[in-house]
């Protein structure tokens, strides 16, 4: 009978020390904010010109590139999350080992950009310019690889390398190649 009031003591010792940090919790939870920032130090000040500068292993958490020029930017091994870059420039950007995950790159010119060795999981590009542009080795959901393939055109003029060559298109279960204009 000792050895249970002696166990029901120590549980109830706990349940004091961590009662004023449950009811803080409850009282004021951390927010979603706060664990991502809208507006990271990386970035700030990040309005102006953009085009050619050197943003190379910068982060853009829920961050909104919309219409921005990054044209001939370096990126290479830059992190994106949550960003939308609707509208914006990448022509001839160095893309090389970008994380970018769930980021809408809706009606950007991406022409002749090197996304190679990339991870751009979640990440939509519907009407985004891909002429040109290097996706080697860079992983994409199906659909989009299969919606970029459809469309893809022109070879990157610094690699060398095929549009459609490089998401690898003709690997791709019922891909059909586009019909040449003319």
Do not use: W
Not at 24 to 52: E, M, R, T
Not at 53 to 78: H, I, M
Request: glycine fraction near 8%.
């Amino acid at each position: 009978m000792v050895s249970i009031f002696s166990s029901l003591n120590k549980s109830f010792k706990r349940l004091l020390i961590f009662l004023p940090l449950i009811i803080g919790l409850l009282l004021n939870p951390i927010s979603a904010n706060a664990l991502y920032p809208s507006d990271p130090s990386s970035v700030d000040g990040l309005k102006g010109n953009l085009h050619g500068q050197d943003l190379q292993n910068t982060e853009y958490v829920k961050y909104d590139l919309s219409g921005q020029d990054l044209g001939e930017t370096n990126l290479q091994g830059a992190y994106m999350s949550v960003t939308t870059a609707a509208n914006a420039s990448f022509k001839g950007a160095n893309m090389d080992s970008l994380i970018a995950y769930a980021t809408r790159f809706d009606n950007a010119d991406l022409s002749n950009a090197i996304l190679t060795n990339s991870d751009l999981l979640k990440s939509y590009f519907d009407g985004a310019n891909i002429d040109g542009t290097d996706f080697t080795d860079s992983n994409l959901d199906l659909s989009q690889r299969k919606a970029l393939c459809a469309r893809a055109t022109g070879t990157n003029p610094k690699t060398g390398v095929d549009t459609l060559d490089s998401l690898e298109c003709t690997g791709l279960k019922g891909y059909m190649p586009p019909t040449p204009k003319g």
